[in-house]
């Protein structure tokens, strides 16, 4: 017989080509090892992945226990009562701003006067001399330039718009802005 | 002593008004919101619009603390 040999095999499936192939003894044996092998192999992953499957159980547990805690009727109301007073704080506190600057706006009139506010209103900005002589302008944005140069000023957070704008105003008419 | 002095913070908390004031609580207001804040302010005179430059306190003023602007 040769080492190698195929032949055609007409099935209902289809018809195919069948080799086969002389083993020799050493690797009848090899493989036989190696099979042997892979199944040792299968059979510790799989005591591995049951060790796993148990400790995983275990800690679902305890996180089952703890998160029951966190649904306990106390918790869900605290939690229902602390969201309600962030949304009524938030609400306070935007309230707060808009009367705040409102407050500001109108401050901000009685303050630069009324040709200043309506020139700073209808036209966007507002034309000032500076302590070192220079021409200013500064927008409702409160966005101060030079001539053509914008001058980068930091707007504090919560300051009101109309608030900024008199501090700016005011630092650059007393020659106090420094940067930083 | 007349309650009668104003004080416009206009300060990180947004824009405060605090009225009839006597002239030594309007100082410690000042010196309470300098301190507390740590930030430089401009006292002026809403009337005149000037900067003070000494805080001399009167009854019947109305003071406003101006932030002083930082360039960036």
């Not at chain 2, 207001?29 to 809403?46: C, M, P, Q, T």
Request: glycine share 6%; proline share 3%; net charge positive.
């Amino acid at each position: 017989m040769n080492e190698e040999s195929r032949r055609l095999e007409v099935t209902p499936e289809g018809v195919f080509i069948v080799g086969s192939r002389k083993i020799s003894l050493s690797s009848l044996k090899a493989r036989k090892t190696r099979l042997e092998s892979q199944i040792l192999r299968l059979h510790r992953e799989q005591i591995q992945l049951k060790s796993q499957i148990e400790a995983n159980n275990k800690k679902i547990g305890e996180l089952e226990l703890e998160l029951a805690t966190f649904n306990s009727p106390e918790v869900l109301a605290w939690i229902e009562r602390r969201e309600r007073q962030i949304v009524e704080a938030r609400e306070r506190r935007r309230e707060e701003r808009k009367e705040a600057n409102q407050r500001a706006r109108v401050f901000l009139r009685e303050y630069i006067g009324e040709e200043p506010y309506a020139k700073l209103r209808n036209k966007g900005f507002l034309e000032f001399k500076g302590s070192d002589g220079r021409n200013y302008r500064i927008n409702s944005k409160g966005q101060l330039y030079c001539g053509s140069s914008r001058i980068c000023v930091i707007h504090p957070r919560n300051l009101p718009l109309p608030d900024f704008v008199i501090s700016v105003l005011t630092t650059v008419k007393e020659g106090q802005l420094v940067r930083r | 002593m007349i309650e009668t002095t104003t004080v416009f913070v206009l300060g990180r908390k947004g824009h405060e008004e605090f009225r009839n004031l006597t002239p030594e609580e309007a100082e410690t207001l000042i010196n309470e919101v300098e301190s507390a804040e740590g930030k430089r302010y401009f006292i002026a005179d809403k009337k005149t619009q000037t900067v003070l430059k000494e805080l001399k306190l009167q009854d019947d003023q109305e003071l406003v603390m101006i932030p002083v602007a930082g360039g960036g």
